[in-house]
């Protein structure tokens, strides 16, 4: 995946499977935050021109999982997602840079709960909350 219109500090993250056959995230680690992003293409979009929901929850379960692996100092083969709820707040299209951030909200012995958001650089495209299991074997 190439950098596009990336902030600086992106990197690609090479991932394999389902994330990397449709398109891939870039990631950045800055001050303890865990931020992904994308250039979006037209692979990205649905047949209005819009990035496409499903691609956004992708992006949502993934930054959410990744943020809670970071803050807790634990692999992410030990989190499973439990509950990803995503809110559709605007539209992003090809050639819009998104991004995405979060932080854990609260940390049990088997959860933890994790909010964020993704935007464009011109408006917000999506607030985000998952729950994640702390797998215990």
């Given at each position: 995946m190439t950098n596009g219109n990336a902030p600086p500090g992106f990197l690609d993250t090479d991932m394999q499977g389902f994330v990397g056959l449709n398109g891939g995230f870039l990631?950045?680690?800055?001050?303890?935050?865990?931020?992904?992003?994308?250039?979006?293409?037209?692979?990205?979009?649905?047949?209005?021109?819009?990035?496409?929901?499903?691609?956004?929850?992708?992006?949502?379960?993934?930054?959410?999982?990744?943020?809670?692996?970071?803050?807790?100092?634990?692999?992410?083969?030990?989190?499973?997602?439990?509950?990803?709820?995503?809110?559709?707040?605007?539209?992003?299209?090809?050639?819009?840079?998104?991004?995405?951030?979060?932080a854990i909200v609260r940390q049990t012995r088997t959860l933890v709960f994790v909010e964020g958001s993704a935007f464009t650089p011109a408006r917000p495209v999506i607030s985000m909350n998952g729950i994640y299991q702390i797998r215990q074997d």
């Open positions: 990631r950045r680690e800055q001050g303890g935050d865990v931020s992904f992003g994308f250039t979006a293409q037209d692979r990205h979009c649905n047949p209005f021109g819009l990035v496409h929901g499903g691609w956004l929850s992708t992006m949502a379960d993934l930054q959410l999982l990744m943020q809670a692996a970071h803050d807790s100092s634990l692999p992410t083969s030990k989190l499973v997602t439990v509950s990803l709820s995503v809110n559709y707040l605007g539209a992003a299209r090809a050639g819009d840079w998104v991004e995405s951030r979060a």
